[in-house]
């Protein structure tokens, strides 16, 4: 069964023909790719884009999405094998999935971190057992990866740099955030941008916001196949020295996971990461993209005038998920 789980599952030359079916949706809106199936979107979380980029894009391919949100008005599920089930949760993963599998011809799963113990969340477990026991393809709408985000990331860049992005400077950069957040995004970002040949450089206060070593992994393991390369830097304006492209994300330092009053002192001390007009103005001739997954807190971790500056390709991007996802569906939908 082919799901969409991670892009690094997916062979370059498919992912490049998902961004290519997805300029085409892009270009002309309706079809019937769709007709007759349908989706069930199974949201564990909140979301404006994914939800509503999802149900658009079902429909205007003449297909129909199912929106469930289990705990408020879908039965809590249990996921571990051989759970004895005298708690919250009225039905197994087991059943939940191929019940589903029945009605519907895909299956679309946000599931974030319970930010509690991260060797147990970086098992991304929700999201597994749905692949392991559904009989369609699985999306994944965000858990500890973000892969339809950096498909919708992938096609902006594209869209202002053509489709070689190789040999470009991408910053990938922590931001502030009053509460420690999901590293899924950062993890999808320095996937996406490794495996597209990019020069990337990751910015963050210290080695303690260092992403999981599965990601420096399989961005290691990109460059060495897409000629791109990787540093770390926590060194702001050496890093935003002439980039073509700034990502501006938060994340939780891993070794504080669950315990987060403690990183608190630490990460109050870089509220300086916002990305603002003066750190901009290094990029590439002062022109470089700047771009964010959204949701997005303003004048935290980027100014009001870099979100309004023609540089800011955030919305673009949003746009794009609308598109992409329609290429995935479809394709996933072909077999
Ligand atoms: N970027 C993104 O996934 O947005 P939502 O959380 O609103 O779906």
Redesign the pocket.
């Known amino acids: 069964m082919k799901h969409f789980l991670n892009t690094q599952d997916w062979s370059r030359a498919e992912l490049d023909a998902v961004l290519d079916e997805a300029a085409a949706f892009k270009a002309s809106k309706y079809g019937q790719q769709m007709a007759g199936k349908t989706i069930a979107l199974v949201f564990f979380n909140?979301?404006?884009?994914?939800?509503t980029s999802f149900e658009v894009g079902a429909y205007q391919m003449g297909g129909h999405a199912v929106v469930l949100a289990p705990g408020k008005d879908a039965w809590p599920i249990a996921f571990e094998p051989g759970a004895v089930m005298d708690g919250e949760a009225e039905e197994h993963i087991a059943e939940v999935a191929r019940v589903l599998s029945r009605y519907v011809d895909l299956i679309g799963v946000?599931a974030f971190p319970k930010f509690v113990d991260w060797t147990e969340d970086r098992e991304d477990r929700v999201l597994r057992g749905f692949a392991r026991h559904a009989t369609v393809p699985v999306i994944n709408?965000?858990t500890i990866t973000?892969p339809?985000?950096e498909l919708a990331h992938a096609l902006a860049l594209r869209e202002r740099f053509g489709s070689d992005l190789r040999g470009r400077k991408y910053v990938l950069t922590w931001t502030y955030h009053p509460k420690a957040l999901n590293t899924a995004?950062a993890n999808s970002a320095l996937t996406i941008a490794t495996r597209l040949g990019m020069d990337v450089t990751l910015l963050c206060p210290n080695d303690q916001y260092l992403l999981d070593e599965r990601y420096m992994g399989w961005a290691k393991a990109n460059v060495a196949e897409s000629g791109g390369s990787l540093q770390v830097s926590h060194d702001i304006d050496a890093a935003y020295k002439d980039a073509d492209v700034v990502y501006a994300k938060s994340w939780g330092a891993l070794p504080f996971f669950g315990n987060w009053a403690d990183e608190k002192p630490m990460r109050d001390r870089y509220k300086h990461f916002i990305v603002d007009e003066r750190k901009m103005a290094l990029t590439r001739e002062g022109r470089g993209l700047f771009s964010h997954?959204?949701?997005l807190r303003r004048n935290v971790k980027a100014s009001d005038g870099v979100m309004d500056s023609p540089h800011c390709i955030a919305i673009d991007e949003?746009e794009n998920?609308l598109h992409v996802q329609k290429a995935v569906m479809a394709r996933l939908l072909r077999g």
Not at 46 to 51: A, D, F, I, K
């Open positions: 909140p979301s404006l884009r994914t939800r946000r709408l965000e973000h339809c985000q995004v997954c959204l949701p949003a998920r």
